[in-house]
Every structure is written in C-alpha cells, then in structure tokens.
C-alpha cells in the first residue's frame, strides 16, 4: 500500500513523466539543422531524386516508377504490357489529373525537388560553396529540368517551411521553371569550380546545355556542353541494399514484364527492335506481358536491379553540339559530331539524308537511341512539336493502339490533381507541347 | 491539467487509504434463490444490498451469504438475467444472522439485468439512460461460432461484424452505430474483464494480398460469459479518448461456491467451398486484315474493328473447377473446464484446443487456450480478483485477393490450357500456389488483478490493473525456384518480423452512497485511469533463399531491415454523480477528463462531459397496469468520447533511407508522409439518444427501441498537401461526421406448452452516415481500387455518406449498328461522376428463433438481414473489361446489358471516358447463417453414464444466401479489414461450415 501511495504521490506531483513516450525509429527535423548532417542530407538528395528519376522496386506510393519508365511509357519508348489502367492511359496518351501513377510520380519528382532545396538551403547556412553544396544544387536544378521537359506548363513549387507550415507555391511556365534550373546550375558550376570537382562541373555542364537546349538557345547550349570530355557520365545510382534502391527500371521491365520495347509504337516510334541497335539492347521473352497478352520484349539496358542510370554523359554533350551545329547549317559537323559517337561502337557512319528535315530525324532518332531510357525521350518529342514545327500527331505515337482502340493527344503530364489542395493552384497553364 | 490530475489522484490516494473502521455492530445475511415456477435452484443470482455496493453471488444450490452487514433493517436485491428482480427486507442483529429467501420469476425483460459500468462497479440496466447490448455467451451453441466476430455477429442491433473473406483465420471489420472517422479507425475498442486489449483489425505485418488475422479472435469464445457493447458517446464518456467508436466489454468466466462442474466438449465438422465460379471464356480471331492470330478478340475489340473472330472459336475453361486447387477444409476443436470453489474462493479453470483447415491447402489455424480466473473473498469486505488467459495461435494463410500470386486470382484471370503453360491458370500452375507459405505464430497472454474494498459501508474502492502481452511474428517463405526468373522472386525469399505487444491498464475508482431523503439515494464516483499501449517490433526480410531452409539467415542479398517502436499513453480522471429516486428514477452525469502522449504540443487537455436520465415510469401508480404493457421504461442518455490521434500524427518527422553514392550505400532521410501540427487533438463525438424499453404481455414479450444522433467534430482529416511541396499529408482537426439511426431488440417467449417452447429474439438497425464537412480547402479523398485514368471508385465527398463509390452513370446503351456487340461509342454515361451508394450496410434485421420440444431437442437458427449498401464488383470487373475473359465479354447471346457495362468499363481504351458504374451493384442479402440441432439426453440416461449433461448438437454455418448481386458474395472485402476501401476483389468468398458436438458435464 505504501509502494501504491508513493506511485500516486509521484504521479499526482508529475504527471507528464508519465505522458512521456519515445520514438527511436525516426529523425526529428532539428537532428537534421547543423552542420554535421549536411552529408546525410546529401544522401537525402540522392535517395528521392533516385525514386523520382530512375524509380525503385518497393511499391508504396503508387509504386515509385520514375519519371524514366513514366516519360517512356507516354512516349515510344515503352508499350504497356500488364493490367494497370492508369498506366495504360499514360501509353495511350489519355491523362487526367487524377492518374494515379502521376501522381506518384508527380509527388516523387515534387519530393526529391523540395529535398534538394531544402539541402541546398542547409549548406548555404552551414557550409556554403562546398562540393556538396554544388552537387544538391545540381540535382535540384535537374528536378526542376524534368518538370520543365515532362510536365504542362504551369507547375507549381510550394514548400514546408521551418515551422512546418505549407508555403503554397504559384504555377510556373516551363520558361520560369528553366530559368530556376539554370540559375541553380550556375551555382553549381561555380561552387565546382571553385572547388576544383571536373565531374560535378561537367555535371552543370551538360545540365545547363540541356536547359538551353530546351528554352531554343542552341548556340548557348552547345557552347554550355563544349568542356564536358564525351566519356564523361554522371549517373544516379542503385544497389540491391534494399527495394527502395533497386533500379526501377529493371523493376517494370525484368522483374515485372510490365513495359515491353515496342517496334515503331503507334506508327511514329522509333524501330528498337529492327534497328538491332546495340545501344538499345533487347531480347525477346518468349511468353506475354503481364496482361497476359502482349507479346513481352525486355530491354536489356538495366538488365540488373543494381544497374546505374545515367543522368548527364558528355555523349550528350556531343549530340548538344551536334544539335548547334545543324541548327548553325554546318552539316559537316553535325554529321562529324554524330559519327565520331558512332565509331567506337562500331558502328557505321552515318551518310546525309539530304534535306532539313530528314537531318532533323536523324539528330532525333540517334538522340534516341543514344539516351533511350534516360528521360530524353518525351522532352525530344515535345522539342519537335515546338521548335522543329512538327504536328504532334508525326511525332507521338498515333492511330490504333495496341490493346484496342485510338491513342490520345496528350503530350505531357498534368499537375497531379491533389495540387488541387494548394489554392493558388487551378490546374495547368498549357498542356502543349 | 495538470492541477486537476493531481487533485483526482490525490483524492483516489486518499480514498485508498482511509482506515477500515471496523463496523463494531453487524451481522449477517444468507438464503436461497429458486425459481418460482420450477423450485430449482438459481446458481450466480447477485444479491446485493440495497444503496450500496456490497453484494455477494449464489452457489449452483442457490445459496449464498453476505457478511459483515451493519445491524438494523436491511433491503436486499436478488438478480438474476432471464428473471425479474425481487427486494426483501430483512432484519440484521449484532452477530446474528437474517434470512433473505428469494423465489425469482422468469421473464425475457430486461429492465434489471446487471451490467458493468465504465467505473468497474455494477449496476442494473434501469439505472442507466442509454442502452447496452448484451450478448450471454452460453445462449450462443458454440458450434456455430468459430471465433469471437461470429460470437458478436449479427446479435445486437447496430453491431455489424463483416467477415471480410472466407479465409480461414481472416479477420472481420466491426462498425457500431455506423463509422465515425474519416481517417482514424472506426473500430471498437476492447475491454477484456475490465483490461484494455490489443484487437488490431490489421493483425499482421506481412501482406497475403488483403486479407488479415485480427487479434480479437485469438480469443476462445468458450471462456466468455458475457459480452457487454457500449455503443457509443452517450454511454462511454467514462472511457474517454478510445471510445467513441464504441466499447466491447468482454467477461470471462468464474468461478462459483459449489462442487467442481467439469464440462468438456468435442466437435467436429467440415469447411466446404460452395461458390460456383465462372469459366472463363476466349474468342480466337485475326486482325481485320486477316494476317495475324488474335488469341483475345473479345466482343468489345470486335466491336472496335480490333480484330475479327474465328468461326467456332469461342472457347471456354474453369480453372477453378476442372483443375481446382482447393482441398476439403475441417474443424476440430476440444475443450475442458472446471468450476467450483466455496463462499470463500472460486475458481474457473478452462482449456481448448482448436483446429481448423481451410479450404487451401496451406491455410489453416491452430489455437490453444488455458484460462484460470480465481476470485476470493480476503475478508468480509474486500474482494479480489485474479483472471488469466493463455492464448497460442498458430496462422497460415494462403495469398489470394489483389495479388499476382493468389490461386483465385490466377484461376480466374486464366486462360484455356491449350494457350498457356499453367493448366488453365494465368501466372503460375497450380502446384506453387500452396508452397507460398505465410505464418503467424501468436502466444498472448491477458492477466488482470482486481480488487474491491468497502471500508466503510457507503464507501466502495475498486481497481483492475491488467496487461495484454502479445508476442507476434510473422513469417513467411517462397521457395527458390518456386517463381520463374527473372522474376525477382525467382531466387526465393523469406521474412521474419517478430513483435511484441503491449498493452497496460491501471483503473482506480472510488465509489461513497449515501440517502439525501427518505426516497433519493446517491453514488459519487471518483476514479483514474493509465493505459500505455507499446509496439516492438523487428522486420527483416531477405532474398536468394539457400534451399533447404526457410530462415532469413540463409539468405543473401535484397536485405531489408526496419524497425517499428511506437509509445503511446492515456492519463484519465472523472468525477460522476448519480441520483436514485424510489429506484424508479435515474439521474447521473460524469465528467472525464484525458491527457494523451499522442496530443499535438499545444494541446493539453481534454473533457467530456455525459449525462443519462431513466425514468422506469411502468412502476409508478398513475401508471394504468395492464397485461398488455407491463413494463415501461423511457430513458435518453447525452455523452461524448474522444478518439486520439495515431502516434506520431502530430509530429514531424525524417525516415532513414538508404542510396547508392560514387559505390558506396550511405543513409540519408526522407522526410515522412506527414507533417506535423501541434494543435492536434482528439476527435470528439457527442451522441444523445432516446429510447423506451416495453414489456408485453406480462413481460413474455419485450421490446427495446432507441434512436441515436451522433456528431463528431474536429474530425481528424489526413489532408493531402499540395505535393509539389513534397510533403504528403497532416492530419488536421477539420472534419465534421454525423451517424443517425433507429434500432429495434424483440424478445418474445412466444408460446411455453408441455412439449413446445418457442423463442424469438428479432434486433434490427439504421444508420444514415454523411460527412458533413471535409474542412475548409480539403479537396475530396479519392481512394479504393484505381479505375479508369485515376478515377477512383470511392470518395470521401461532403455530403455523402464516407466512402461512398462514385462514378459516371450509365445513361444508356444501343446495339446503333446491330451487330449485336455494343461498341464503344454505343454506351452513353453522364458527364460527370455521381454518388451511387455506400459501401457499408445501411440496415440490418436479424431473426434468431429458438424451438424447444419434447424438452430435449433444440432448434435456432440466424437469419441476417443486410442492405442499403452496395459493393464493388470488381473480380467481374477485371475479368470482363480488362482481361476479356468473362462470358459477357466474349458470347454475344449473354445480352447488350452485360457488354454495356463492361464496355464503359474499357472505353478508355478508346480514348473516351469510362466507368465502371455497371459493377457497383446492390449488395443487399439475406444470410441463413446459422442452423442447430441440439439434442439433449435425459438427465438418467446421463446418470447412467456417470455424467449429469450430456448433449449432441448438429450445426452448419453459412447455410445459403439470397441476392441480387451478381458477384461471388456482398459481404466479403479484398481489402480485409481496411477502415473504408471495399470491394469484391478476387477474394474467397466465405464457406460453409458443418459442424457435431459432443458436451458432457458432471
């Protein structure tokens, strides 16, 4: 009875002490607010940007598919061989807001942005300059790229500030989100130089080139792209550690036949299979997509869950300047820069086909087998609807899908519609290309 | 807050320790309990003195004795369910002892049924204003039952347990008195012999796909004696921030003054799978060119001009039957107890054994259960308590529902054998479906130590202090070589995540009766409360499985290890006072008052306030007395409880996760799916409810009608966030949920001739859910099964009912180019989703007759009512839209209605707007669930076998069903026992039971 009236007496002083409870399983924010946590924010960087990239191979949040396997899937890179609606209706180009694997893709790509700058926010504070600063900085700014390439217009970037209030954003045309970009990869490039790191600067390199690329300023990009070496590559890691760092890539592809390689998808597509082209490498699985259905063609680019994706090669750099070079009229060069990629893969030169156009084509389709599955894809389609003059319809995949029925004309992703909860926020600003 | 806490534990401390003036002048009181009509004794009558707490039980001979009463004129109460209460008077002298004999009078009336209260005392229904469903578990033949959802099944109106599948060992969702919470649980909670319980409806930590064991039924309903079900705020404001989904308050068995009764039982039956599943259907053709095969040219892709069909191709296989994975499922289950004990010690002491075998080969549960409840009497004036239960419960459950590696979904997705390798099967060939194995492994223990003491005799102090200890893991194992590579699973896998449980509980109440005039009496109550809820838990997971074991220790790569440790504590106090008019009117009201560790920050302190008012006005003189009615009660009860927030809901957080950097595998942290908010508070949910209980008849009939209005507010909303800030949710006080409804519970001993006895028990139920509010700027919930571009099925939409499925209506269809396919621009739907239904039941009615004849055979039955809900059809869905291979989706001369609704369904592939508004249908049904025959020996054919009851009873479970809805069954769930998300989804529908019992006691 004395044991039971020191408790009470105890209790009835402090009852908070019993109130008090432990979490050991989770970082309080503020263990991430100095100095010493500046590498594991990094590496916080790393891990979202790889999700919203490349995917993962655990499913929580819709399934973490990348923006990779998504921009391939909307554009000829992939068909849809399984039985997920959603996914389907990103093959066939019909997309609504609600799509529920935009929206994991959407939050992914949203996470591994606001994480980035956040980690950007903490090295300025603690460290600024450094090498790590450089490469967060870099990496948001490819977050933002992506936005740029994959997305309509009119993205919004809102933030959780300190206080863990939500600072809801404004939508962004695709100008102002690649202006961002490269605003953030001047850092970079200058932080890296300072700090003498050639692979983060080659990084800001290409990424800046790509940034121009896109906003048309083609002399600008090739120029951004010249000091990137072309055995240069930047690549966004995976392991076998755990599920979440598996490639997602391989995911869809080998362990789930999910998205098979298509031949030529809706008339316009780019013949993978035909070309046997050993950048774009494939076999046959001799039995049906997981819909049962589709006859399944697995890449064999990410043949393992540990394989690296590429973010930012200098071959890229080359088809950059290749890029200036025809839109500068020097044919040579174009052609020069194009066959000096070719040669130490054995393969053969290329001729001119003669016209504008057709040179087009072929800057296009050896961009496309040069970057196939690295997120080029969907921005190169869009960058022929808008800056080469093409119909989209010549571009995109078109007519009879393969499943039955007529593909869309979309040639993006909308904003997820949860960006509803934001109120500055009314849906996209142009959802062309 | 704090001052308050300290003044309520200061006060209990006091209380504890008032010095036990021994009463110098008292006396005792001992007699008989018979029943009147028959003579035979009544054994566990309560005979309790009047005003006051003090009480004592009778023996199995009816005989009981209550010590140490003060001297002078004391009224004493002998109760008993089933029997009309009966006051005498009687004499106490000075060391003397006064004889109280009662003769009760069997009624089905319940006005004086004793019922426990939030503060651990005992008190008869006609003092409380609200109503308490009460379900006595010796009513229920326990062959029909196979685990404590069947137990509170369709028994009590406004409790709907939905068994979610017909898995073996799959759990059951509880709703009482509709849902209440958007993003919380809408589960009661468990209160095991005044202990708090672990009775997670989401028992397991590794995913078969949907379904999941649920910790409530490792209980052995065989050592349950009563079930008490507090409803909802209006009665459970005394247990504070957990009960405002309502309260199921279990008692176990004890023991009683007599000689040991042994019973032991043995049962036996079959599980039978009776569902009729389709074939599944597939049309060869070619592309309209006629150059390649088209090995599914289903109606609608001839419709489209996809593909034209092959004469005479239509082809059709049934997995499911012609090469069916299924085995013949069995029940066993054995079981002995003990009773006895004397006036000053009693004892229950119970085993069972239990053994059930699904209807899969790798899918079966085995339990044991050992119980020892002791109460004895240290002296006149104090009592204790000591009850504890052993539960093991060993778990395999087959993968089924939405998962590529279920039996049923394969064979129902399958294909004709003839264009595929699986025999008909779509992944995977029969064989590996049952080397998929998933264990749970479960040994729980629930012990309590209670205790009352009366000082003084207008003082009463009780206390129970219990745990439930649940050590848990789960394991499961796919084989190397199983799954075809490359497929990751190809190298085997194996998981083991060991858990550990915890659940206290610490209930201090102090109770002091006095009489303010001759005809109001009082009770002031004063009382406290801890309960500490902890999780321990390990995950581990690995792949590339070594052959020969199934450890995680032989694996070697795909490692994946977390951990789950999660704290959560609820301080507690209230105040209650109670009003006592000529034991005819019941006034109370309560205060409770709770802190939480789950609270936000800045929030402290909560209370919730209840009042009830009975009035028994059948028992006053105006009252015009008559056979017809003869009882009447009119009683309304105000009250609210809270709902605490999920641990870590009001923090802010980072996960550690790991990535590959320049090669090496460093841990970096991402931050966690919600942001914090420290102003976070419970949910709150004041009910009031009205009702008149109604005796007909001399009380052989007996009604009980209530009406029930309850709102919550501060409705926890797990908002989604804009995610281009790249957070996900936080969980904001925002929301608003209304539940209203009626409930109905008919007793009738219908007629009692010599040879014909008939028993009718009817209880039925509304409830009209809505949302009222989402919060200001919180854009609808989408969620449940993705359809149609992200179109999902279900909503959280104010207005409507939570969780209500929406989709674009079917306006109409027409064959336009008679060609006897409806194509894709031949179904017309509305241009917007609408609100179809909700799919939780509306209405309930449960017929449950029990014949009696020729004094020892027994018939009752349970026919179940549901409706006003509708269900998701979505196995027809998948099969007819998606893989093409329903009948409707491939054999023209099925109808234009059934390819209507599954061209809707696919119209998306056309680039047009879809729905899948043609399988969201009625899931209204009766159920026959439950069907027994028990017969009885007669007492000298036992007696010759050396035993006093003997008993056989014959039993079957989910006998048949009647509905229109074109699915396997309305009532199971691919989601198992998820808070709203539902639909029929490639889910084993339930199965049949046929059970024999053997009972025998001496």
Redesign the interface.
Known sequence: ?TA??VA??S??????D????????????ST?NRKEAL??????????F?IAYSGG?DLS?GGHEGMVNMSGLLSDEYIHAE????R??VD?R???????S??GV??DL??????ADLTSDRYNAFDPGTAGHSEALAIGAFSYLLFAENFCSG??????NDA?V????DPQTREQILATALAKLDSALAFATTQQRADLANLAHVGRGRVLLNLGNFAGAAAAAAAVPTGFTYAI??????????NGIW?YT???FGFSVPEAEGGNGLPWQSAGDPRVPWEDAGAPG????TPFV?QGKYPA??VATSLATGVEARLIEAEAALQAGSVSLFLGALNALRQPIGLADLGDPGSIAARENLLFRERGFWLYLTAHRLGDLRRLVRQYGRAQETVFPAG??H??????SDVNFP?????????K?QGCIDRGA | MHRTFRLLTAVGALGLAWPAVAAAQTGTISGRVIDRATRAPIPEAQILIVGTQRGARTDDSGQYRLGNVPAGTVRVRALRLGYEAAVTTVQVSAGQTGTADFALQATVARLDEVVVAATGEMERRRETGNSVASINADSVPKTVVNNVSDLLSSRAPSVVVTTTSGTTGGGSRVRIRGSNSVSLTNEPIIVIDGVRANADPGGTTIGVGGQNPTRLDDLNPADIDNIEIIKGPAAAALYGTAAANGVVQITTKRGRAGRTQWAVYADVGQLSEVTAYPANYQQIGTTPDGLNRVSRCALLLQGAGFCVPMADSLRAYNPLEDNSVFVNGFREQYGLSALGGNNLVQYYLGGDYNREHGVYANNQSRRVGLRANVTGELAPNFNVGVRTGYHSHRLELPQNDNNDQGPLGNGLLGRDPIDGPNGGYLSFPKAVYEQILTHQSVDRLVGSLDARWAPQSWLTLNGVTGLDFASRTDQALTPPNLIPPPDRRATGNATSNPYSLYTYTTNLNATATYRMATELEAATSLGGQYVGEFVRGTQAFGEGVAGGTGSVGGTTSGFAITSQNTEVITLGGYLQQRFSWRDRLFLSAALRGDDNSAFGQDFKFIYYPAVSLSWVIGEESFFPQSDWVSSLRLRSSYGQSGQRPGFRNAETFFTAVAVKHEGVDVVGAALGPNVGNPTLKPERSAEYEVGLDVGFLRDRISLEATYYDKTTEDALIQRNLPPSSGAATRFENLGKVTNTGFELMLNAHVFDWQDLQFDLAVAGATNRNRLVRLGAGVDTIFFGLGANNGDFIQRHAEGQPLGGYWQRRILGYEDANADGIIGPEEVELDDAASYLGQPLPTRELSVTPTVTFLRYFRVSGLLNYRGGFKVYNSTAQFRCAVFLNCREANDKSVGLAEQARAMASARANFGLDASDAGYIEDGSFWKLRELSVTALAPRRWANRLGVSDLSLTLSGRNLATWTDYTGFDPEINFNGTSNFSTAEFLTQPLVRYFTARVNIGW
């Open positions: 009875m039971l009236m009470l007496a209790v009835a002083c402090n009852p908070d019993l109130l008090d409870v432990e979490d050991i399983d989770v970082l309080d924010p991430l590498p594991q924010l990094l590496a916080s960087t790393l891990s979202t790889q191979g949040n039985t997920f609606p959603d389907q209706g066939v019909t997309i609504t807001p609600g799509n529920g935009v929206k959407f939050f949203s996470q591994a942005r606001a994480t993205v919004p970037f809102s933030r959780i863990g939500v600072e809801y954003g890691e995976s392991s076998v550690n755990s599920a979440r760092q598996n995911n080998v362990n789930f997981f819909d049962g259905e697995v869950r540990d009879v899908y499943k039955g029925g007529e593909y869309g904003v997820s519609a949860d960006e509803r909860n934001n109120p926020f």
